[in-house]
Structure formats: structure tokens, C-alpha cells
């Protein structure tokens, strides 16, 4: 019997960086009786019309895959294998919420899960004073809406540093209250189905940004129950099955700050922990069995 066949579709600059866990993955996937082929967003596309088809380098796709991994948040070629039914991680509906800053947190909110306090700014119409005033503090964060690794991230405390955040945001932002117990700090957790697969502690002695790609350094943590029950709830909100979950260190407890649906998984091998591929490939099984 011939194994499950499934995709992973990356951009293509992935194939250039010398730490791509292509070969990782495809191992891992193999160990668990499956042939995963590694392919690449950019040649691939859709055909709407008389005729459906999915086209690779121009030519018609005739054998689909059993399952398919998105590392990028291309949301028609997601809706496509949606349509045929084959499973995705993660879904389109759950990689625009993931994408979307402010319908993270709506989506959150709604769920009675514990956020900073966020204010819709895209296209401008608030001033310094007023989202000070809206965030309850002097100090706050201006975050480009569909940014990722850390990037642009602006702690902002005047009307001119504010501009120039919104400005290199290309006016697409969200303005969002400063947690100061956990400037520096926070806490990422992998989540895989329903179940908690790592996390560790983030930490920078030179920045309030803790990502690791922007310098950050990671060590093992002992996760508390409550903050395992905050990072399940929130990937169930957000409908990902395999995403990273990033919690702030507040003063009261645990705060959501962004749930990531296409999340690197290197850092937790940095403290010795190599095992989230292998329980990915397993939670894909288990949905295939179902079928």
C-alpha cells in the first residue's frame, strides 16, 4: 500500500535560508508512514471557469494530495483543497484571522479571552493624546496589522514617534496598550490540535521586543496550567490547529498578544526539544483516520 501523500507549501525565499526544516519534516513525515512533498507557493495557482483546475509551473494538477500544511497565508490556494475536502493546517478562515492583527484580538475578545487593549488606527484618525487616553498610558505599541517576526513593532511615547510608527506601517496598524511587567518578556506556546506541544520564555536585555528573529534569546519554561488552558482556548477561538501562541507576562496573570498560524518551531529545538513535527504528523493522522 502506497503512503498518504501530503504537501507543504512554502514562499520561495525559504528554500535559501540554510535553517528550512525541509528535510526535518519530510523525515518526521515519513516516520509516520506518509510522503510529504515540499512545494513552493509561487508555482502554483488556480483555474476558475467552465473548468476547475489547480496548475504547478503552468501544468494541470491531476493527483491531489491526502493533506496539506500551508506555511503561507495564501488563502485561495487554502480555499481550493478546502473545496475538494482536503484537510488544511491551517484553514484559510483560521490564517485571516492568524494575519489580521485587530481580528485576532476581535476574535479573541468575543471569546472572553484576556488581550492588551487594542485600537483600530488603519487610515489614521486619532492623534497621540486620544490613544493615549483610549490605551491608558503615555507609553504603547503601534503594530503594522499584518506584520510577523517582530517586524515593524514601534514603542511609541510622543505624537512624533507615533507619526513616524504609523507612517513606516504604511498607515495599516493597530495601536496597543504597553504591558511594562512583560517589556522584553513573553512566553511562546505551541499548540497542535487540542493539545499544548512546547513553550519557552523569550527574553531580550536590549529591547521590549522579545522575538527571537529580531535577537531574542529563549530558555526552557515550566508552563502553568492557566497559562496552557489561555493558549488552547485561544487557538480554538482562532480555529488553528497548529499554531504558536504568544502570552505576555501582565500583572494579573497571563495576557494573549498574538496567535501565530504559520509559527517556526527552531527555537524550542534550541532547548533540546525536537518532537513538534512528529506530534504534527501524528495529529494529521489521527483527522485522516477519521475520515
Not at 45 to 69: C, D, K, N, Q, W
Request: charged residues 20%; contains cysteine; hydrophobic residues 40%.
Amino acid at each position: 500500500m502506497e503512503p498518504i501523500t501530503g504537501w507543504i507549501i512554502y514562499p520561495r525565499y525559504t528554500a535559501g535560508h540554510s535553517d528550512n526544516a525541509f528535510g526535518w519534516l519530510t523525515q518526521e513525515a515519513a516516520a509516520a508512514g506518509m510522503r510529504l512533498e515540499v512545494l513552493f507557493i509561487e508555482d502554483l495557482t488556480v483555474l476558475y471557469g467552465a473548468h476547475h483546475a489547480l496548475l504547478h509551473r503552468g501544468g494541470t494538477v491531476e493527483r491531489m494530495p491526502s493533506f496539506v500544511i500551508m506555511r503561507t497565508y495564501d488563502t485561495v490556494l487554502s480555499r481550493y483543497f478546502e473545496r475538494l475536502g482536503i484537510p488544511v493546517v491551517n484553514t484559510a478562515a483560521a490564517m485571516e484571522v492568524c494575519k489580521n492583527k485587530m481580528l485576532t484580538h476581535e476574535v479573541l475578545a468575543a471569546a472572553g479571552i484576556p488581550t492588551p487593549t487594542t485600537l483600530y488606527v488603519e487610515g489614521g484618525g486619532y492623534d497621540y493624546e486620544t490613544a493615549a487616553s483610549l490605551l491608558g498610558g503615555g507609553r504603547f505599541v503601534v503594530k503594522r496589522i499584518d506584520g510577523a517576526k517582530g517586524e515593524d513593532v514601534y514603542l511609541v511615547n510622543d505624537e512624533t514617534a507615533m507619526r513616524t510608527a504609523v507612517e513606516r506601517c504604511g498607515g495599516r496598524c493597530v495601536c496597543q496598550e504597553f504591558i511594562a511587567e512583560s517589556s522584553g518578556r513573553d512566553v511562546r506556546v505551541w499548540v497542535v490540535g487540542t493539545q499544548v506541544a512546547g513553550a519557552v520564555l523569550r527574553y531580550s536585555e536590549t529591547s521590549f521586543l522579545s522575538n527571537f528573529s529580531q535577537g531574542g534569546r529563549v530558555r526552557a519554561f515550566d508552563l502553568p496550567a492557566e497559562a496552557a488552558r489561555l493558549a488552547v482556548a485561544s487557538a480554538r477561538a482562532t480555529g488553528t490547529e497548529f499554531a504558536g501562541i504568544d502570552l505576555l507576562l501582565g500583572r494579573e496573570g497571563f495576557i494573549v498578544n498574538e496567535v501565530n498560524g504559520n509559527a517556526g518551531f527552531r527555537t524550542l529545538s534550541r532547548i533540546g526539544r525536537n518532537d513538534i513535527p512528529r506530534r504534527l504528523f501524528d495529529y494529521i493522522g489521527s483527522i485522516l483516520r477519521k475520515r
